[in-house]
């Protein structure tokens, strides 16, 4: 029983943690995890891409409305002004607020 | 950490019960039941990422993954093997991390689907119950509508369009094996077809390691289309400033509406309507289709029900439009996304996602947004994207393509890093590496 608590905690720990943080907003948790192919599983990047996991959220909404705008662009920009031109500004809040709470 | 599977049972229901203390009411409702058993066929990107963000979402679903191959080889990055900048053991992973996130691991080949009774068969004669199947399986060649590409020809002819040992490993030996001056003569399948930029990025790998090695040699690509499906522009410049394209030392010959027909590997030879092409080392891609595993289950059907190559899925829960509980993902798939291992992956935790909302009583986001970003080499130290961000119409139950995605503006360096980082940071999502 000692060893499977520990495991029950490990687990809870773990993969429950984006979990029980907050009501589950399943919507954006999948549009974050879509992020994870090129930014790394939550954000988490190895090499060249950036991570975003922990941005500070007004700055994560600011990035991305830069993106749009092209008040960021060129070298600053190669993949991420074609893609914040698909999303809303609610979207950009509510991913900026899921990425701001992962460590 | 290791535990068996008793434990990990005993621990996933501690793990809901704690979830339901610590206030997450929405694992609740499987709680007490039975716990969903959810089967995936095939761990590439699409089935490997689904069973690994299910079991992320909700603990509490039993994941079978079943997976033909003992290693995941990666189709995207193979390109560079052929060029000589990778070793397949670069583009090689273990299933290690992936066993230990699912139920079970089963490598075993899956030879019957029954819908009705919701089961699954495997050549090793074991049968595994479902209450949701999904289907990874990728594509299916067809080499009988290329004649003469039968078994003895497969042995010196390579597609190297599902990579692996046998055939990327292999294509890799044969260039090298080709004198100066050869002849390396490549396809590329009528769209739709896996991977679109891949044949044009394979021309670009493969005249790298020509213009370095064997400087006289050439490359003539057979295209089945009437024009470079993909990414036209920027291919065409990176082919003009690698390798000569336009000029009388051009290393790529390239020719429109040339589908295979025909193959001759005693004479080497392949067959066009317009031509009979002579060449040293031959890499024909043949017409393909949604997977074997697909007509198993009855689900290789098009929007209006009948028989046809790839499957209509609901865009929310990516579930067969025909065939209750069945879901396919990536490249089997009928949809307007390219067939690329970034959508592959993506589609993998959008059905994840609807699965877990589902077996908890809950109703899939209905208007799920997604996107495509698909990176190709054109140099050694060069490469250049396209990216696209698609959005669900209720409406026309379809997934529309939003303005302002595209292609780079020119290839670079930058991209090329971009890149690498990218197929390290997909495998790692995809194989929980």
């Given at each position: 029983?000692k060893?499977?608590?520990?495991v029950?905690l490990?687990?809870?720990?773990?993969l429950?943690?984006?979990?029980?943080?907050?009501?589950?907003?399943?919507?954006?948790r999948?549009m974050?995890?879509?992020?994870?192919?090129?930014?790394?599983t939550?954000?988490?990047?190895?090499?060249?891409?950036?991570?975003?996991?922990?941005?500070d959220?007004?700055?994560?909404?600011?990035?991305?409305?830069?993106?749009?705008?092209g008040?960021r662009s060129?070298a600053?920009?190669?993949?991420?002004?074609?893609?914040a031109?698909?999303?809303?500004?609610?979207?950009?809040?509510?991913?900026?607020e899921?990425f701001?709470?992962?460590? | 950490?290791?535990?068996?599977r008793?434990?990990?049972?005993?621990?996933?229901?501690?793990?809901?019960?704690l979830?339901?203390?610590?206030?997450c009411?929405?694992?609740?409702?499987?709680?007490?039941?039975?716990?969903?058993?959810?089967v995936v066929?095939?761990a590439?990107?699409g089935?490997?990422?689904?069973?690994?963000?299910?079991k992320?979402?909700?603990?509490?679903?039993?994941?079978t993954?079943?997976?033909?191959?003992d290693?995941?080889v990666?189709c995207?990055?193979?390109?560079?093997?052929?060029?000589?900048m990778?070793k397949?053991e670069?583009i090689?992973?273990?299933y290690?991390?992936?066993?230990?996130?699912?139920?079970?691991?089963?490598?075993?080949?899956?030879?019957?689907?029954?819908?009705?009774?919701r089961?699954?068969?495997?050549?090793g004669?074991?049968?595994?119950?479902?209450?949701?199947?999904?289907?990874?399986?990728?594509?299916?060649?067809?080499?009988?509508q290329?004649?003469?590409?039968?078994?003895?020809?497969?042995?010196?002819?390579?597609?190297?369009?599902?990579?692996g040992?046998d055939?990327?490993?292999?294509?890799?030996?044969?260039l090298?094996a080709m004198?100066?001056?050869?002849?390396?003569?490549m396809?590329?399948?009528?769209?739709?077809?896996r991977?679109?930029?891949?044949?044009?990025?394979?021309?670009c790998?493969?005249?790298?390691y020509?213009?370095?090695a064997k400087p006289r040699?050439?490359i003539?690509i057979l295209?089945?289309?009437?024009?470079i499906?993909?990414?036209?522009?920027?291919?065409?410049?990176?082919?003009k400033?690698?390798?000569?394209?336009?000029?009388?030392?051009?290393l790529?010959?390239?020719r429109?509406?040339?589908?295979?027909?025909?193959?001759d590997?005693?004479?080497?030879?392949?067959?066009t309507?317009?031509d009979?092409?002579?060449?040293d080392?031959?890499?024909?891609?043949p017409?393909?289709?949604?997977?074997?595993?697909?007509?198993l289950?009855?689900?290789?059907?098009g929007?209006?029900?009948?028989?046809?190559?790839?499957?209509?899925i609901?865009?929310?829960?990516?579930?067969?439009?025909?065939?209750?509980?069945?879901?396919?993902l990536?490249?089997?798939?009928?949809?307007?996304?390219?067939k690329?291992?970034?959508?592959?992956n993506?589609?993998g935790?959008?059905?994840?996602?609807?699965?877990?909302?589902?077996?908890?009583?809950?109703?899939?986001?209905?208007?799920?947004?997604?996107t495509?970003?698909?990176?190709?080499a054109?140099s050694?130290?060069?490469?250049m994207h396209v990216?696209t961000v698609?959005r669900?119409?209720?409406?026309?139950?379809?997934?529309?393509?939003?303005?302002?995605?595209?292609?780079?503006?020119?290839?670079?360096?930058?991209?090329?890093?971009?890149?690498?980082?990218w197929?390290?940071n997909?495998?790692?999502?995809?194989?929980?590496?």
């Amino acid at each position: 029983m000692k060893k499977s608590l520990v495991v029950s905690l490990l687990l809870a720990g773990t993969l429950g943690a984006v979990a029980t943080a907050h009501a589950v907003d399943s919507r954006t948790r999948f549009m974050a995890a879509n992020c994870g192919y090129c930014h790394g599983t939550d954000g988490k990047s190895r090499g060249a891409i950036p991570s975003i996991a922990g941005l500070d959220k007004a700055y994560f909404v600011q990035q991305m409305k830069d993106f749009r705008s092209g008040a960021r662009s060129g070298a600053a920009s190669t993949v991420m002004h074609q893609h914040a031109t698909g999303y809303t500004d609610e979207e950009f809040e509510k991913l900026g607020e899921w990425f701001s709470k992962i460590k | 950490m290791a535990f068996d599977r008793r434990d990990f049972l005993k621990a996933s229901a501690g793990a809901a019960a704690l979830g339901t203390l610590a206030g997450c009411a929405a694992q609740a409702p499987t709680v007490g039941k039975a716990r969903p058993k959810v089967v995936v066929v095939g761990a590439g990107f699409g089935g490997a990422t689904c069973a690994r963000y299910m079991k992320m979402w909700d603990p509490n679903i039993e994941v079978t993954l079943i997976e033909a191959n003992d290693m995941f080889v990666s189709c995207p990055f193979s390109n560079t093997v052929l060029a000589g900048m990778n070793k397949m053991e670069d583009i090689t992973f273990s299933y290690d991390n992936l066993k230990k996130a699912v139920d079970n691991f089963v490598v075993d080949y899956v030879t019957g689907i029954d819908t009705a009774k919701r089961s699954v068969a495997t050549r090793g004669g074991k049968t595994f119950a479902y209450d949701h199947l999904v289907l990874g399986g990728g594509i299916e060649l067809l080499f009988d509508q290329v004649q003469g590409y039968d078994a003895e020809a497969q042995k010196v002819i390579k597609h190297a369009w599902k990579a692996g040992a046998d055939q990327t490993g292999v294509l890799r030996a044969q260039l090298e094996a080709m004198p100066d001056g050869g002849v390396f003569a490549m396809s590329v399948p009528k769209a739709p077809y896996r991977c679109p930029p891949g044949p044009y990025e394979r021309a670009c790998m493969v005249a790298t390691y020509l213009k370095k090695a064997k400087p006289r040699s050439k490359i003539i690509i057979l295209d089945g289309n009437e024009d470079i499906a993909s990414k036209k522009g920027l291919f065409l410049a990176a082919w003009k400033k690698h390798y000569g394209y336009g000029t009388d030392k051009s290393l790529i010959d390239y020719r429109p509406n040339n589908m295979p027909r025909s193959v001759d590997p005693k004479k080497m030879m392949v067959g066009t309507e317009f031509d009979d092409v002579k060449a040293d080392v031959i890499n024909v891609v043949p017409p393909m289709r949604a997977a074997k595993i697909c007509g198993l289950a009855g689900v290789r059907r098009g929007l209006d029900g009948k028989e046809g190559p790839w499957c209509a899925i609901d865009y929310r829960s990516f579930e067969s439009l025909h065939v209750k509980n069945v879901y396919v993902l990536g490249d089997s798939t009928l949809t307007n996304f390219p067939k690329s291992g970034s959508v592959a992956n993506n589609t993998g935790k959008m059905c994840a996602a609807a699965i877990v909302e589902m077996v908890n009583g809950r109703e899939p986001d209905q208007a799920p947004v997604v996107t495509n970003t698909c990176y190709s080499a054109t140099s050694e130290g060069t490469a250049m994207h396209v990216a696209t961000v698609f959005r669900y119409d209720p409406a026309g139950k379809s997934m529309v393509a939003q303005k302002g995605g595209g292609v780079s503006a020119e290839e670079s360096e930058l991209e090329f890093a971009y890149m690498e980082s990218w197929a390290q940071n997909v495998w790692a999502d995809t194989l929980g590496l």
